[in-house]
């Protein structure tokens, strides 16, 4: 089991990593993290948000407000150029992580 802290430490990179491919919603973002992890990792909408206004606040991510006829606005966000320059930092980081706690705990992948 995932702690909260655990969590917390991969968002801004998971969230990064899903806008990199294309424009989203949060309740999308959600879902997708849900689901690419097959359950292990949740967010619920009350931390998703604030998260999103911070890199928003960072210049990160923009949002835009959409309109479907028929449907509830939604505000999807997309990746800037800062927030690439972030993500690219944050996967070497974290890459350098894994094979560090790998090294540690003696984990072998086949």
């Not at 998260?51 to 800037?80: A, D, P, Q």
């Amino acid at each position: 089991m995932l702690t909260d802290e655990l969590k917390k430490g991969s968002a801004e990179f998971l969230i990064l990593s899903l806008l990199e491919v294309e424009s989203r919603h949060g309740y999308e973002l959600q879902k997708l993290i849900e689901s690419r992890s097959e359950g292990v990792l949740t967010f619920n909408v009350a931390s998703l948000y604030p998260l999103l206004y911070r890199m928003e606040e960072r210049g990160w991510i923009v949002g835009r407000w959409v309109e479907k006829s028929g449907e509830r606005r939604k505000r999807f966000y997309r990746l800037t150029p800062a927030g690439l320059a972030a993500l690219e930092a944050q996967r070497e980081s974290w890459k350098a992580f894994v094979t560090a706690i790998n090294r540690v705990s003696g984990v072998r992948y086949a």
